[in-house]
DNA sequence: AATACGGGGTC
DNA sequence: GACCCAGTATT
């Protein structure tokens, strides 16, 4: 075991790397709001910051405050959200959003146990809200904070496929003690992670701690857990079939009927349960017809 | 601890 | 065609 990286070696230049090199993001600009960072955030769960920033504008523009969206129809809150991916993230903001102007009279909270307790608000959220939004301490520790510490203190080419314990230990020891220190680190070792210390290609040479990094010092040796990542099938699964239903009835103007669903996939089983678990979670509407004559028809919620 | 959950860009 | 993306909720 290497001697333990030394969380000053790592923060200064890191720290002033991103001092330097920061992406010029709307939700970080100076007149940002929590409800901002908040979106933002659930916007950037699993979405890349490219597709993020455009809806994030359209979305602040039209619904500026959490009473604005918690007022919204759902339909619209689904369309706006447009190809984010994953709607029921969509749906859960919208419930945050009520939640916000129910509990705390529209002010997003700032102590970790209330963001919790928001819907769709989890561990990375709540930490990234506390440190961006109001500038207080927390351990950010998302996708790529994880492999910026692998590689860096633990030599590893990438994290573990799932987070432990152990891991969230480190990522604390490195968390500086004042609120505006470990803000600052947060944004930072995010940003290293995205624009330097990349699943991908890493790019280095143009790292500010290559000198320090592990990994760099083991000759950045390959993924130990190569074996037990198993990449997730897009092509033929329930998500790309309830994706193509959702994409229908976003685009619809109106009610689309039972045959313009039929249409959509070529397995009517598969196709069913898509459309029943859709209902069961508050994505989709079935109007059944006026008669037996008549077929039922599908919407977005209201 | 595993699994479900979108969609698109990139190598 | 695999891999990745500022994860969360459920089982």
């Known amino acids: ?48 910051v490219v597709r993020v920033e455009p809806a994030w504008r359209a979305w602040m523009r039209r619904w500026p405050g959490p009473a604005d969206v918690a007022a919204a129809s759902t339909a619209d809150v689904l369309r706006a959200w447009d190809r984010l991916g994953y709607p029921r993230r969509a749906l859960r903001l919208q419930e945050c959003a009520r939640a916000v102007v129910e509990r705390h009279g529209g002010d997003v909270p700032d102590d970790e146990a209330a963001l919790l307790a928001l819907p769709g608000v989890g561990s990375y959220t709540a930490a990234a809200v506390r440190a961006f939004a109001f500038g207080r301490r927390s351990v950010v520790l998302d996708t790529n904070v994880r492999r910026v510490l692998a590689r860096a203190a633990a030599g590893a080419a990438l994290p573990a496929p799932a987070q432990t314990v152990a ?24 940003e290293l992670g995205a624009l330097v210390c990349t699943a991908r290609a890493p790019r280095c040479d143009a790292c500010p701690v290559r000198d320090v990094c592990a990994w ?25 079939v309830r994706g193509r239903v959702m994409a229908l009835l976003r685009d619809a103007l109106g009610p689309v009927p039972q045959e313009a669903v039929d249409a959509l996939w070529p397995d009517a089983g598969q196709l069913r349960r898509c459309v029943d678990a859709l209902l069961a979670d508050g994505l989709a509407v079935r109007v059944p017809g006026v008669d037996d004559d008549t077929p039922a028809t599908y919407r977005l919620p209201h």
């Open 1 to 48: 075991m290497p001697t333990a990286l030394d969380p000053a070696a790592l923060r200064t230049p890191v720290v002033a790397w991103f001092e330097e090199h920061a992406r010029d993001l709307p939700w970080r600009a100076a007149d940002r709001t929590p409800w901002g960072v908040l979106v933002s955030e659930v916007m950037l769960q699993q979405t890349p």
């Open 167 to 190: 891991e969230v230990r480190l990522a604390a020891s490195f968390v500086p003690a004042d609120d505006a220190g470990a803000a600052r680190w947060a944004a930072a070792s995010m």
């Open 216 to 240: 760099r010092a083991a000759g950045r040796p390959g993924d130990a857990h190569a074996d037990r990542r198993r990449t997730q099938a897009f092509t033929g699964t329930d998500r790309q």
